[in-house]
């Protein structure tokens, strides 16, 4: 067997944490039995150039009119199916799904669909959003194979029409020599915001979008800052501007718009854990909130809410889950994080660093890629197909 073609679809590659995972599985696939080829819709993703450096991968833009431009879509993967004869086409979330699946019999390949968030709340978005998934449901029995994320995420899509026979659990993979302890780049960070040395600093990371629901992890931080005095709370991440104008308003009226300094999307990503006390997750729906695991690799424990597998990242070491939706709750466990001694807390970071490295490896991410991509082109006419699921 030659090497095998895997064509991946997609949006725009911006910043984001699907984007990043997908960067880290292109890198780390063995291009002597892959040949990864990149198609987004639009060109100017933040992550673009990013892509079309990765050595052994074929990028192209489809560069359709918009949305609703299915024939310029279809057109375009199809050309590029001819020219590359990929054996396998992997749609990555909402319309990339969808376009991909006419392939399978047009082009004749495998087809895979990545799915990822879990407890969507579809009003915070558009109707083709909406549309659109509860379609891929109908559709998804045609599917070779769905990738979740999560194993609430496998869940979740199940109970919403998803086809469960169909759906494997293939975790997010954190590249822990990126995420780890970075202490000259804290201490630039703080110097660069002109952060006091002896502020205290509890961070949030995301892009600003309602699933994050960012009002929570304000309210929380008000509460905190009555404890605290000394307390800043940063955020890393950006997205929907009018949503960020109406949250400083809310920061505004909570009396903290003082303590909150909004980054923006920002590429000393380490530096950013490294530099907070702990860090405080606030969604509402996450598959696989990578802010969790990214902030135990960097040895920072999290205040996160329960959602998607949360407690499974977390597990004993990693920090506190708590319900979504209650800033007090949220305040509290932060409270308690901050409250742990030193000494013990430091033993904890180190604990919370090393179950990434056990369990969430970008290693691992990769091998059970690998592992789906082999299996799923040997496949003849097996009536069922699941490959080996790792639990934790």
């Known amino acids: ?25 292109l890198k780390g696939l063995n291009k002597e039995k892959f040949m990864p080829i990149v198609a987004t819709y639009y060109e100017g993703g933040r992550w673009e150039g990013r892509v079309k450096t990765i050595s052994g991968v074929k990028y192209h833009c489809l560069n359709i009119k918009g949305r609703f431009d299915l024939p310029g879509l279809f057109m375009g993967i199809l050309k590029l199916i001819r020219y590359y004869r990929p054996s396998i086409v992997f749609g990555l979330m909402g319309d990339a799904c969808t376009a991909s699946l006419p392939v399978k019999f047009l082009g004749g390949c495998k087809v895979i669909w990545g799915l990822r968030a879990t407890k969507m709340d579809f009003d915070c978005y558009s109707r083709a959003s909406k549309w659109t998934y509860k379609l891929n449901a109908r559709l998804s029995g045609l599917v070779d194979v769905i990738v979740s994320n999560s194993w609430s995420g496998r869940s979740y899509h199940a109970l919403n029409g998803y086809k469960n026979s169909k759906i494997v659990v293939i975790p997010n993979g954190i590249d822990t020599n990126l995420f780890s302890i970075n202490s000259q780049g804290a201490m630039a ?16 990371v995301g892009r600003i979008d309602p699933m994050k629901d960012y009002p929570t992890f304000l309210k929380a931080a008000a509460l905190l ?14 997205g929907d501007k009018g949503l960020k104008e109406g949250l400083k308003k809310l920061a505004s009226s909570l009396g903290i718009e003082k303590r909150i300094f909004w980054l923006g999307q920002t590429e000393e990503i380490s530096a950013f854990y490294s530099a907070c006390e702990i860090t405080c997750s606030s969604s509402s729906g996450e598959g696989f909130p990578n802010a969790v695991a990214e902030s135990m690799a960097c040895e920072r424990l999290c205040a996160a809410t329960n959602v998607g597998d949360t407690r499974k990242i977390l597990g004993a070491v990693g920090g506190i889950a708590v319900s979504p939706d209650d800033p007090e709750a949220l305040s509290k466990a932060a409270h308690e994080l ?3 001694p030193k000494d013990e807390r430091g033993k904890m ?22 592992e789906l991509f082999l299996r799923l082109c040997k496949r003849e006419n097996q009536k069922s197909f699941r490959p080996h699921e790792r639990q934790i």
């Open 1 to 25: 067997m030659g090497r095998i073609g895997i064509l991946f679809v997609l949006g725009k590659f911006d910043q984001g944490g699907a984007e990043r995972q997908l960067l880290n599985l």
């Open 189 to 204: 960070l703080r110097r660069s915001y002109d952060l006091p040395e002896e502020a205290l600093l509890i961070g949030r």
């Open 225 to 238: 800052s009555t404890r605290y005095q000394d307390a800043l709370f940063l955020i890393a991440g950006d």
């Open 338 to 340: 901050l409250s742990i």
């Open 349 to 370: 970071e180190k604990a919370a660093r090393q179950r990434i490295v056990d369990h969430f490896g970008l290693k691992r991410m990769v091998s059970a890629y690998e």
